[in-house]
């Protein structure tokens, strides 16, 4: 049985781009393909450099043209080269071709591979910096099944040149942590900015498949993206697959719905339910060009202290489970989430949420950082086309329904929130349901951890037994 430690014993594992291409160059068994398009060969050329290189590229290519890149691996259905389905393709393809043309009985140990990466650099304008696929599908033992790391890149340099340096360096670091980093997920992530900075590249999507990676929970990697600062917003859908941000939000309505989720309850889901009907009904809207995102920051999971995987898997299981698209962001203030989501649509947006989000919207505590303060981040979030649908909150002691219309904000803050309020960007949601108004994730929480009962009907249909059977956010059966 092969291991991809034989044939390197002597050569110590350095964290520098030439030392990591020396060591898989050195492995007798790592053997596969290069193929880059749209930046050069860059990733290659490192392990060319380096040395002994003959025993580790079967074949570098970069297939240029259009009509050349279609007839080695086809043609897309929506015509593009920059995208998932070509990257997949490439990798397929060549690892096919590895195997059709080698022989198992004459190389019984090797550990074949498939690196490549379809990227768009910069343009000559410098208005779009680009962005692109990168991948590998890997053997880590001869008899079993490829795994697969697939990641989506966006280039924050402004220099061509720079940009397919940036991806060399990321592609050795992928190809490295892949063979070597691949029991630790994490540490493997990590790696991927090695001899990197986070103002270079930023890597907005990633999943991993394949035997090595059957107990990795991509959701968690996606976490893992924004927790280190490599992004600032991950989403993953009702499957739990991570998705590409600009590909769910381009061009496209998009209505957010914020919260702990800790667990979903009635009221969120009466939010969204309320709140989507108003946002559908508008005429800027088209409803079959919308994406609504339930949405939770990473402060939010981090309010107790360290983040909490479990807790964070508990509460995505759960939205997954009601169909539901998620963003984990690092947008504490809304005004950023807005401008994020500005990047990919002019189109109308909305933002659900609760009386007490909106008050807190509207104090100067939270734009200090900023030099025109308050001002400038409503000048940020309202002046894009936006509304917000505000679901009403109950007084505690006087048991009054408070709405837009009779919230109190800082006295300094009245004009302003009337300045919105009266120019149509705060509309209420009227049509909730009154007999939920008291219930909150908090409170549902405390009685599903101390055993109180009632929290079941608190909940929508199915969670409370998910929550029970798969013994979430600490459940245990009482007796």
């Known amino acids: 049985m092969s291991s991809v430690s034989k044939g390197d014993k002597n050569i110590a594992a350095v964290p520098s781009t030439k030392r990591k291409s020396l060591r898989i160059n050195l492995n007798d068994n790592i053997y596969g393909t290069f193929s880059e398009i749209g930046a050069g060969q860059e990733t290659a050329r490192n392990f060319f450099r380096a040395g002994g290189a003959s025993g580790t ?62 990227v768009a650099t910069i343009d000559f304008a410098k208005k779009f910096k680009g962005h692109g696929w990168v991948g590998l599908k890997f ?52 790696s991927f900015y090695d001899n990197l900075d986070k103002d270079q590249i930023e890597i907005d999507m990633i999943n991993f498949s394949g035997p090595r990676f059957a107990y990795v929970d991509n959701r968690l990697m996606s976490l893992q993206l924004v927790k280190n600062q490599m992004t600032n917003a991950v989403m993953f859908g009702p499957d739990g697959n991570n998705l590409l941000p600009a590909q769910q939000l381009y061009k496209k309505n998009i209505l957010t719905l914020r919260g702990s989720f800790r667990p979903v309850t009635k009221v969120n889901m009466d939010i969204y339910q309320k709140a989507t009907e108003l946002f559908y009904a508008e005429s800027k809207v088209d409803p079959e060009n919308s994406r609504t995102i339930f949405e939770i920051t990473l402060s939010n999971l981090s309010a107790e202290g360290e983040i909490n995987e479990r807790d964070f898997l508990d509460r995505a299981e759960l939205l997954c489970s009601l169909g539901q698209f998620v963003m984990i962001s690092n947008f504490s203030e809304y005004y950023k989430l807005v401008e994020y989501f500005s990047e990919f649509t002019k189109a109308r947006m909305g933002l659900a949420m609760g009386v007490y989000n909106l008050v807190q919207i509207f104090d100067e505590k939270y734009y200090r950082n900023l030099s025109g303060g308050i001002l400038e981040a409503f000048g940020k979030l309202f002046f894009k086309d936006l509304k917000i649908y505000l679901y009403p909150l109950v007084d505690e002691k006087t048991g009054a329904v408070i709405n837009s219309e009779n919230l109190k904000v800082h006295p300094r803050m009245k004009e302003l929130y009337k300045f919105f309020k009266y120019n149509g960007k705060v509309v209420d949601i009227d049509n909730y349901d009154p007999d939920i108004l008291n219930i909150f994730s908090r409170k549902v929480l405390k009685m599903i951890t101390t055993g109180e009962e009632g929290w079941e009907k608190m909940l929508p249909e199915g969670i409370s037994e998910m929550i029970q059977n798969h013994r979430l956010f600490g459940y245990t059966k009482r007796r």
């Not at 080269?81 to 195997?99: G, P, S």
């Not at 990641?151 to 050795?172: C, P, S, W, Y």
């Open 139 to 190: 053997q880590l033992d001869p008899l079993e099944d490829y795994n697969e790391i697939i990641m989506h890149i966006r280039f924050k340099e402004n220099d061509a040149k720079l940009q397919q340096e940036t991806l060399g360096t990321l592609g050795v670091n992928l190809i490295y942590g892949g063979f070597y980093m691949h029991d630790s997920p994490k540490d493997l992530l990590k």
């Open 57 to 118: 590229i079967a074949k570098a290519m970069s297939a240029y043209d259009k009509d050349f890149s279609d007839a080695i691996y086809g043609i897309e259905q929506d015509r593009r080269y920059v995208t998932q389905a070509r990257l997949k393709r490439m990798l397929t393809h060549e690892i096919d071709l590895i195997e059709e043309r080698l022989s198992r009985k004459k190389h019984p140990e090797k550990l074949f591979f498939s690196y490549a990466n379809t």
